[in-house]
């Protein structure tokens, strides 16, 4: 089985500052990580995703997130936020194999301020 | 290509009836899967259809159901609704033509369920 951690509900911040989400992961056999983001009466949107290869996988519109096996850590950063990306963010992983389904975190929101 | 669509998108209902909500998956894509999002619980999952068989189930009572048609468009049913059975709906769609975790879910907007 799978959980996922996001251990802050909320997190405002000032617009052009920069930001890190956290995200934690555990699991009993290896997993792909993904970021999702959920606008306001909205589904959820895929932010980015790690597979394989670099542990350091960018969106296009700024964010990136690394991949700490060690730490088991998937944390979403951006070096400077706009009033664009307030929004809710999910941390989900998903096994390599077999057909089981993706498991989410609580999520997080970031309220981007003036 | 189109999205994924859930009808309705808001749905008011009491507690003890019963409701269907429908989601047509991206063209092509055989997987649908259904979430359920509520506030205290986060996003949980409850079912995935692959080709007109479920394939994978949450843990939710008995009283919540789905199928998948022959063209790929699901169908999730609530019966004996509760309070609790407030949420929203989300529903996913995935090529999955292949097993593994890689197959990117596709998310519909939802249908916004109030029970009361």
């Known amino acids: 089985a799978q959980s996922v951690t996001q251990l802050d509900s909320q997190v405002p911040v000032f617009e052009e500052a920069p930001v890190e989400l956290r995200c934690n992961y555990s699991s009993s056999v290896s997993v792909y990580l993904f970021w999702y983001v959920q606008y306001p009466n909205q589904g959820l949107q895929l932010l980015l995703k790690?597979?394989?290869?670099?542990?350091l996988v960018e969106s296009i519109n700024g964010f990136e997130a690394e991949f700490n096996k060690s730490q088991t850590s998937f944390h979403l950063r951006k070096p400077s936020v706009h009033i664009s990306d307030t929004a809710e963010y999910f941390c989900a992983v998903r096994p390599l194999s077999g057909y089981s389904t993706l498991t989410f975190g609580k999520g997080t929101m970031l309220l981007v301020s003036p | 290509k189109a999205g994924v669509t859930q009808t309705p998108r808001y749905l008011i209902k009491t507690r003890g009836q019963q409701v269907t909500l429908s989601c047509s998956p991206i063209?092509?894509?055989?997987?649908v899967s259904w979430y359920q999002q509520t506030p205290g619980q986060g996003l949980q999952f409850l079912f995935e259809y692959f080709s007109e068989t479920q394939r994978n189930k949450g843990n939710f009572p008995g009283r919540f159901s789905g199928r998948q048609f022959s063209n790929s468009r699901s169908e999730m049913n609530v019966s004996t609704l509760e309070l609790g059975d407030s949420a929203l709906y989300l529903c996913?769609?995935?090529?999955?033509?292949?097993?593994?975790?890689?197959?990117?879910?596709?998310f519909g907007p939802g249908t916004r369920l109030t029970v009361l």
């Open positions: 996913a769609s995935s090529p999955s033509k292949t097993s593994g975790g890689h197959n990117e879910q596709f």
């Open positions: 063209s092509g894509h055989r997987s």
């Open positions: 790690y597979l394989s290869g670099s542990t």
